[in-house]
């Protein structure tokens, strides 16, 4: 697995996502943002974490991930969610911009074996609210997608590999409603930067919308 990936870097947002399949708690997602490399999408993903953006003006829609749905899995591929306007992946809302979509800053991060998280597009420069979090190796996606970010701890893989059992149809609609019943930064913390030098999970509150 691609190091460049997966070392955690001192000053990187670490932030989570709780997770229930059909209505159970099915374990948290611990996600370091690759703020050092990708800093736009990193932001945007982690904004719509906390939820400190409000309402959009635009649409009217929360600007969190709180509440939303993953609307796609593919058990040999990807999980997919982040849809917070309409929940099932046709919404186009950005964190970072009153526009729906903000451009591709750079390809340096790869798709390499599962827990990495990107930006889902529908072409180049068209990223939004929406990514993805790989099950599997995806090197075609490289160079097509915005690598953001990656799971932390074996917890998040227990957690993703229950998103990945819970399973899709042949259209890759989930057989269970697999919900982010709660989100939040957990380092640094966003309520007081006194505690900038703590380490992952350590900090002592945490945000969330």
Known sequence: MDTAVCAPRAHNPIVFMDIAIAGRPAGR?????????A????????????????????????LCYRGTLFHRIEPDGAIYGGDVE????????SGLTAEA??????FTLRHTG???????????????????????????L?????????????????????V???????????????????CGQLYPSVISKKHADSRPGTASSTSSC
């Open 29 to 37: 997602f611990v996600i370091e943002l690759r703020a050092d490399i």
């Open 142 to 162: 490289d160079g097509k997608q915005v690598v953001f970010g990656v799971l932390i701890g074996e917890e998040s893989y227990k957690a993703l590999d229950a």
């Open 164 to 182: 990945r059992r819970s399973g899709g149809d042949e259209g890759g609609r989930p057989k269970h409603p697999v919900l982010v019943y709660d």
């Open 86 to 93: 309409k929940g099932d992946g046709t919404g186009r809302v």
């Open 114 to 140: 599962p827990g990495v998280l990107s930006c889902c597009n529908s072409g180049p420069d068209t990223n939004c609210s929406l990514f993805m979090v790989t099950l599997v190796d995806m090197p075609w």
């Open 39 to 62: 800093p736009h999408a990193a932001e945007n993903f982690r904004v719509l974490i906390t939820g400190e953006r409000g309402i959009s003006a635009a649409n009217k829609v929360p």
């Open 101 to 106: 979509l903000f451009p591709d800053e750079n």
